[in-house]
């Protein structure tokens, strides 16, 4: 079992930047990924970034060159630093972290951009 909290949304205008955090606890050791995924009002949960173990990352097409996943693995903490933000950004950012076969959820944050 993988808690996770977010923390670093908020409201900013196009163009400006924000950091997302998200930290786990638990079954830490167990983890061999963490990442993003997002969901705007009306449409379904989409990919965002990810960070595996061993130092790979994965960036969806619409995130590429703007946003940058990091993890601390001394504070078990996953940041997603947004930059370049667009209005089309704006969603509930949720963290999660795979385990073994089980996929944890945080509860997520919200990302607003005005335009």
């Known amino acids: 079992q993988v808690d996770l909290v977010e923390s670093g949304g908020g409201l900013v205008q196009a163009g400006g930047s924000l950091r997302l955090s998200c930290a786990a606890s638990?079954?830490?050791?167990?983890?061999?990924?963490m990442g993003w995924h997002r969901q705007a009002p009306g449409k379904q949960r989409e990919f965002v970034a990810n960070s595996i173990t061993d130092g790979v990352t994965r960036y969806a097409d619409a995130v590429k060159g703007r946003f940058t996943i990091s993890r601390d693995y001394d504070k078990n903490t996953v940041y997603l630093q947004m930059n370049g933000l667009k209005p089309e950004d704006t969603a509930v950012y949720y963290c999660?972290?795979?385990?073994?076969?089980?996929?944890?959820w945080g509860q997520g944050t919200q990302v607003t951009v005005s335009s």
């Open positions: 999660n972290a795979l385990a073994g076969t089980s996929l944890s």
């Open positions: 638990g079954s830490i050791f167990s983890i061999a990924a």
